[in-house]
């Protein structure tokens, strides 16, 4: 077998170019597929994920069902049940198993990087790291499934895509103990522990529990929204919201409260009606201490303390807190009724003076007196009866004796 090829070569001081040093020539090639090997131990290994069988080898571990062609690789294998790490950094200490693990490690220090790409010139410290790197360009996928046949340029991304198959959940939290099938979606789960945003907004400042959040975020700020339904022609700004929009013409609602039953069409709806249930308000006023159970609530509510109104009206100028007190508001000019008593037929602006309506029907008295126990079906007519009170004179004295249950 031929020596490999030294890439940090040193001759009279001078340091090769490492993209010039000829690369090894792959004289193996795979009968059932394209796949092409530098090294005929490579093929059989490749070989067995077509036919199914595997080559016995000579030197076979005694702790797990994996066997090796020469006795250092089995040495090396040994390390992972014995956790020895003989190999150590010079530099900061960390140890590795293996000896070519810890060349590559040093290169993390001396930011050598002397592997590169003959397609486009990327340059990497380890050759692992280039091989699969290469796959990008030649399409190359040599692991294949067992279960549905799909093939990956990674060996890793098809331990992840089989666990699909089998169902297996490795990785666990250890705050609320759920499982996970992939380190990654365990490390994104933290960050819903640890409140861990690591990715910013350059133009806001905003910050995301992860990547996709963020790019999710940023169509706020350039507007683009390139996800269209087919049915109503409405455009999203992402995938996933436009999966939820469809929910709106097909009825689905997949999500379903083991309270009370109610269902609804996103998850995150479902987690914020629970909030009914339990009670949480996890969103605080830092002024006067209310909390709510939407982040947007407070954020209507710092207007009552900013005196803040954004939404203006384009025929009188008038300015409102909310978007929806300006819509109720533009009803007066357009004098539009969109809300129906379903018993008189009267109609009203708001859906809040239609709900007030009701009660002349239901003759149901929601708001109470403090003083006399009277009640009333508006709260304007509770406001009046006050004045009532107000006359009388100042010496009545409320019992402040407690009620022994």
Known sequence: ???????????????????????????????????????????????????????????????????????????????????????????????????????????LHSGEKPFSCEFCGNSFADESNLRRHIRIHTGEKPFYCEFCGNSFSLQSSLKRHIRIHTGEKPYQCKICAVLFSDESHLKRHMRMHTNEKPYSCETCESSFPTKSSLKVHMAVHTGQKPFCCDICGSSLSNESNLKIHMRIHSGEKPYSCEVCGSSFSAKFTLKVHMRIHSGEKPFSCEICESSFSLKSTLQKHMRVHTGEKPYSCEICGSSFTQQSTLNGHARIHSGERPFSCDICGSAFSRQTHLRSHMRVHTKENVFSCDICGSSFAKKSRLKAHMKVHKNQPSNIKVSKKKIKC
């Open 1 to 107: 077998m031929a020596a490999p090829v030294r890439t940090n070569l040193e001759t009279s001081g001078k340091q090769k170019d490492v993209s010039r040093l000829p690369t090894k020539r792959k004289r193996f090639s795979c009968t059932f597929c394209k796949s092409t090997f530098s090294m005929k131990s490579k093929l059989m290994a490749h070989t067995c994920k077509h036919t199914g069988v595997q080559a016995k080898q000579p030197y076979p571990c005694t702790l797990c069902n994996y066997e090796f062609s020469c006795e250092s690789k089995l040495i090396s294998h040994m390390r992972t049940h014995t956790g020895e790490k003989p190999f150590s950094c010079e530099i900061c200490g960390s140890s590795f198993p293996l000896k070519s693990t810890l060349k590559g490690h040093v290169r």
